[in-house]
């Protein structure tokens, strides 16, 4: 095997570099199952039935955490979200409105934590 001289990478190196690369990037892919079972783990996303008598069936939760890939301020991102959390439990869901939930700051103060309520009629 070849030695690494000061300042130069050997192929080994390099391999290793870009292995490395494409599985963080692989890891935190926001449409993975594993990375919404994560997200789901740690209370990011949440699915909660509607209140009785709600013109909706469910609301998806979604908290403003940004991921690689992932932007939960865009509403479009949100609204793909909630269906595909909704994927299993409705047929044929459907966006139906959507709400906001201001519950702090994140650290240092400049940006609001926010979770987001889709509302989602089957």
């Known amino acids: 095997m070849a030695q690494?001289?000061?300042?130069?990478?050997?192929?080994?190196?390099q391999?290793?570099?870009?292995?490395?690369?494409?599985?963080?990037?692989?890891?935190?892919?926001?449409n993975s199952d594993v990375w919404m079972a994560t997200?789901?783990?740690?209370?990011?996303?949440?699915?909660?039935?509607a209140p009785p008598g709600a013109p909706y069936d469910y609301v998806a939760r979604i908290k403003n955490v940004v991921d690689l890939?992932?932007?939960?301020?865009?509403?479009?991102?949100?609204?793909?979200?909630?269906?595909?959390?909704?994927?299993?439990?409705?047929a044929n869901p459907k966006v139906v409105g959507e709400s906001q939930i201001t519950t702090g700051?994140?650290?240092?103060?400049?940006?609001p934590m926010i979770e987001y309520l889709v509302q989602v009629k089957c």
Request: positive net charge.
């Open 105 to 111: 700051t994140y650290l240092g103060g400049t940006k």
């Open 39 to 49: 997200e789901q783990r740690y209370g990011d996303l949440r699915v909660d039935p």
């Open 69 to 90: 890939g992932y932007n939960p301020e865009n509403k479009d991102v949100r609204d793909g979200m909630a269906l595909r959390l909704l994927s299993k439990q409705c």
């Open 15 to 30: 391999y290793t570099a870009a292995l490395l690369l494409i599985s963080s990037l692989l890891g935190g892919c926001s």
């Open 4 to 13: 690494a001289r000061c300042g130069r990478e050997t192929p080994l190196n």
